[in-house]
């Protein structure tokens, strides 16, 4: 089977129809993973645009339209309210037509994008664009709702919002992967599959077999694929079951400690990685006591801090007075567990079972209580 669709034509002409839209609209086409790089752009003139150029396969892209400009030359009473609307949909050579009923009725950009709208556009003349369609009208009310779950969750600290939402993003995964099995577009399999990546340690081998066994009916020439089971390839090293690795650490009374011995062969260990000027670490801490009144009878906590001063890490600890062991990370602990857990950020949550091996890595301490709840 062929790796990247073919080319209909060696050029695309998309013409769009915008009512609502006022003249000097600026409309820009460019590709979501490189959106700096302009494919095409344009202008809205009596409700209308056309924008050209080429693309080698079929690219999902950003169209955007922004009326700051046209409106900064009107007089002031004829001025408007700028409209910065943003919609995606797939790309590919030949000849596309864009309609909607208003721009009032197209997704603002950025923290104003609703989900809701994206019923409100349609892009004829792509193949890819017709599949990935179908997915796009399934899942808006899932990824609507997850969305203002998530939202919630993250102003209100409400950590039953945090797990609804999570049993929703597992719906919409299983969603997801079934419609990729029953397609055979590529591109759009390619874009969706991309949503399924996990965050390291929250997935297993079989996980991974999974997404591999999606293309193993392609040959490896596309450079999307390639890059895909690349990543395929790499995450192989962050799945569940590896072992936490030894290192030194300092405790608050100047002593020297391993990690691997404070671990228990009768219990799961939470740590928990952090640093004194890290302001989500510590706005965490309620959450861990919560959980470590609940859990702390089967599940040992230590806090590990990356700080690097010490003097730091002191006062911290004196501020917040946290129920459960601390400790200080060497230079040389905190650069192996960048390098051996992909820990990029902080705070981190490593979730270690009895035999000292991870099976879970995170930073949401509402997804940590899921994963203690199965425990």
Known sequence: MAACIEKPTDHFVLRGTVPGAIDSTEVTLASYKEY?????????????????????????????????????????????????????????????????????????????????????????????????????????????????????????????NFKTSYAKQIKLENQTKEFIRSHQNLAVNLYLAEQLKKKPFTYDQAYLDELTEFFAPYQDTCLALQQFRQYLQTARTFVQGKALRDGEM?????????????????????????????????????????????YGEKVTFISLSVDKSEKDWQKALEEEKLPWNQYLATPELSKDTRTNYNLNSIPTFLVIDPRGKIIYSGSNSGELEIMLEKI
Not at 265 to 291: N, Q, Y
């Open 250 to 294: 300092t405790t608050p009374d100047g002593k020297k400690a391993t990690l691997l011995s404070q671990l228990k062969k009768d219990h799961h260990t939470v740590i928990d990685f952090w640093a004194s000027w890290c302001g989500p670490c510590r706005a965490s801490f309620p959450h861990l006591r919560e959980m470590h009144k609940t």
């Open 36 to 160: 700096h790089k302009k494919i095409a752009s344009g202008y809205v003139i009596n409700g209308r645009f056309e924008l050209q150029g080429k693309v080698n396969t079929p690219v999902y892209c950003r169209l955007s339209m922004n009326d700051q400009h046209a409106n900064t030359n009107k007089e002031s009473k004829d001025k408007s309210p700028n409209k910065y609307v943003e919609i995606g949909f797939f790309v590919e050579n030949g000849n596309l037509t864009f309609q909607t009923p208003h721009i009032d009725s197209l997704p603002q950009s950025f923290w104003l994008y609703d989900i809701r709208k994206e019923k409100n556009y349609t892009l004829k003349g792509s193949v890819a664009q017709d599949i990935f369609y179908q997915y796009q009208q399934q899942t808006i009310s899932p990824r609507h709702e997850i969305e203002s779950l998530t939202k919630a969750y993250m102003e209100n600290g409400n950590v039953e």
